[in-house]
């Protein structure tokens, strides 16, 4: 997950590429899923994005950063962490998110 206070994505992005180097798979032979975690669940000294950013555009920069993280260029599943404190934040992370599917770097969403 790219939420640096509990998770090491860029671990899992090395360890992945290196298993499938070994192994002599593909990316297509690996599930890769991660999330958003929205600015309430990071940690304000080490968050991925900034947070006086639009809702949109930290969607889009936790994104980049993930795919660059897991070193790949695109996400078999990615989970919006939690809802925001508002319904209209929510839709607008969401429907940030859905972007993401409909360009094909993503090809499902969760919760």
């Given at each position: 997950a790219c939420q640096p206070k509990h998770y090491n994505e860029p671990g899992v992005g090395n360890?992945?590429?290196a298993a499938a180097q070994e192994l002599?798979?593909?990316r297509s032979d690996l599930w890769l899923q991660t999330k958003f975690t929205s600015y309430d669940g990071q940690d304000p000294n080490n968050c991925p994005y900034n947070?006086?950013?639009s809702i949109e555009t930290?969607?889009?920069t936790s994104l980049q950063t993930s795919l660059k993280n897991?070193?790949?260029d695109y996400l078999?599943?990615?989970v919006m962490?939690?809802?925001y404190r508002t319904m209209e934040d929510t839709?607008?992370?969401w429907k940030t998110m859905e972007e993401a599917v409909d360009a094909g770097v993503v090809r499902q969403l969760g919760m």
């Amino acid at each position: 997950a790219c939420q640096p206070k509990h998770y090491n994505e860029p671990g899992v992005g090395n360890g992945w590429t290196a298993a499938a180097q070994e192994l002599g798979l593909a990316r297509s032979d690996l599930w890769l899923q991660t999330k958003f975690t929205s600015y309430d669940g990071q940690d304000p000294n080490n968050c991925p994005y900034n947070p006086k950013d639009s809702i949109e555009t930290q969607v889009r920069t936790s994104l980049q950063t993930s795919l660059k993280n897991l070193h790949t260029d695109y996400l078999d599943s990615w989970v919006m962490h939690s809802p925001y404190r508002t319904m209209e934040d929510t839709l607008r992370a969401w429907k940030t998110m859905e972007e993401a599917v409909d360009a094909g770097v993503v090809r499902q969403l969760g919760m």
